[in-house]
Structure formats: C-alpha cells, structure tokens
T-cell receptor, first 111, second 113 residues
Framework: NAGVTQTPKFQVLKTGQSMTLQCAQDMNHNSMYWYRQDPGMGLRLIYYSASEGTTDKGEVPNGYNVSRLNKREFSLRLESAAPSQTSVYFC??????????FGPGTRLTVT | AQSVTQPDIHITVSEGASLELRCNYSYGATPYLFWYVQSPGQGLQLLLKYFSGDTLVQGIKGFEAEFKRSQSSFNLRKPSVHWSDAAEYFCAVAPGGRRALTFGSGTRLQVQP
C-alpha cells in the first residue's frame, strides 16, 4: 500500500495562475481532508469530504475549491493563486472514528 | 469550538535526557486526542492516540502520553531522548472522533549531543 500520495511535491506559481493539487489514497477510507501548514500556526483545515460525493468547508476555505472524484481521489484547486496561498498543503484520509493518515505534502510558492 | 494550546514553541534537550511536551485543549467533553511528529520536509506520522480507557497511552518510538481530564491536558513524554527525535511535534484533538482534527501550533524539539 502506498497510503496517501500527493502530486506535485513542489510548485511555483505566479499570482493569478491556477493549479490543481492531486491526492489519492489506497486504504479504502471514506473521509479525506485538505490542510495547509504555515509557520507557527500548525495545520488548518481547508476542506474535507466525509464520503464520496460530499464536501464541506473547513476553517480557511476562501480561494480554494475541491472535488471528490471518487472514493480514492480528492483534489484541491486554486483558481487564481495569491501570495497568501504560499504554504505547504497536506492531504489526509481517515477511517470512521479513527486517526488520520497524512500524505507527504505539496510545497507551493506563489510569487 | 475546540482549541489546542502547545505553550512551548521550541524546546532543547540533551541526548539521553527526559522529555515532556505540553498540550492543553479546550472542549466541552472528552475529545479524541493525538500526537503527531513531523520530521523536516516530511508529512505527519502518528505517535499515539487516546480515545477512552486507560489514561496513560503508549505509542511508537518509546513515547507515551497521559490524559488528565481535570487539567484538560495530554502531555507527551519520553524517558530518554535520542538525536533522531529532533522534529516538530503536534498535538491534535477531534471532538468525538468526528470531522477533522484541530491542531496545536507545534513544538520544535532540538536535541543536543
């Protein structure tokens, strides 16, 4: 099992450009999550999906959209990137009632 | 809303010394509690978790944590630190195990030889 995979690992965007961060899990988990990590702030929830076909906003959803493509895949889209979105993005998945498993992260820089 | 406080931003200990990282949470009931570790440039790895029952839980890499309801705390401990333990440690809570985790801001551990 690969666990949770994320692509790309690194990305540099210019302000206003768009991109999609990909996440996939092979553990048959129902719930999937997108977090961003900024220095001194821990991880903050952007969006989550409790099951295939459902998505909900987290703490910091502005400027982002998500798609739960199927049970395995949960993508995060930045329609018009801003420097404030420079961050490390983590995807996670979870079995009902248990801990979350995290991907390796995507380091995004917006100039 | 629940919140998590890790009062120590940065801790330095000598190799072989004991370690305690503090975590306090704010939530009306007993949440599910977790400690994660993040090595530089890596994702988060679960060290241990508390759902219910015995308030002293054992985790991987020789770590343990104690849940104290009266103090709303879930402190992480290790009796003897190894140089490879240098990393950032995050405490997290989930209300009743549902929805997403709320993370503390993290404690960076430095280990001196």
């Amino acid at each position: 099992n690969a666990g949770v995979t994320q692509t790309p690992k690194f990305q540099v965007l210019k302000t206003g450009q768009s991109m999609t961060l990909q996440c996939a899990q092979d553990m048959n988990h129902n719930s999937m999550y997108w977090y961003r990590q900024d220095p001194g702030m821990g991880l903050r929830l952007i969006y989550y999906s409790a099951s295939e076909g459902t998505t909900d906003k987290g703490e910091v959803p502005n400027g982002y959209n998500v798609s739960r493509l199927n049970k395995r895949e949960f993508s995060l889209r930045l329609e018009s990137a801003a420097p404030s979105q420079t961050s490390v993005y983590f995807c996670a998945s979870r079995v009902q009632g248990y801990e979350q498993y995290f991907g390796p992260g995507t380091r995004l820089t917006v100039t | 809303a629940q919140s998590v406080t890790q009062p120590d931003i940065h801790i330095t200990v000598s190799e072989g010394a004991s370690l305690e990282l503090r975590c306090n949470y704010s939530y009306g009931a007993t949440p599910y509690l977790f400690w994660y570790v993040q090595s530089p440039g890596q994702g988060l790895q679960l060290l241990l978790k508390y759902f219910s029952g015995d308030t002293l839980v054992q985790g991987i890499k020789g770590f343990e944590a104690e849940f104290k309801r009266s103090q709303s705390s879930f402190n992480l401990r290790k009796p003897s630190v190894h140089w490879s333990d240098a990393a950032e440690y995050f405490c997290a809570v989930a209300p009743g195990g549902r929805r997403a985790l709320t993370f503390g801001s993290g404690t960076r551990l430095q280990v001196q030889p």
